[in-house]
């Protein structure tokens, strides 16, 4: 068996062939998801504790820590961010 190891180009998404405005945009949400999850258990909060502070239901909490991104807009993980106390910016790369 022949295996050829390509250099990543820092997103998973692109590497995986999605066009380049979708692996931008699945590159920011499961990026900002990771620093949600991270922020949510840099607190100890409980999951319904979380839900609380979000104003938004456990479940969805659940989801969140799960990694189901498909799940989230942008704009939803940037208002949870923002409820979390996160500030937000977006950089863009020539």
Known sequence: MN????????NVFADLGVSPEESTLLGLRSGLMNELRQTLQEKNWTQQQ????????????????????????LDMLVTLASH??????????A
């Open 50 to 73: 979380a839900a609380a502070a979000l104003g938004v239901s456990q479940a969805r909490i659940s989801d969140l820590m799960r990694g189901k991104w498909e799940k989230f807009s």
């Open 84 to 93: 979390a106390g996160r500030k937000i910016s977006l950089m863009t790369h």
């Open 3 to 10: 295996e050829q190891i390509i250099e990543s180009s820092g």
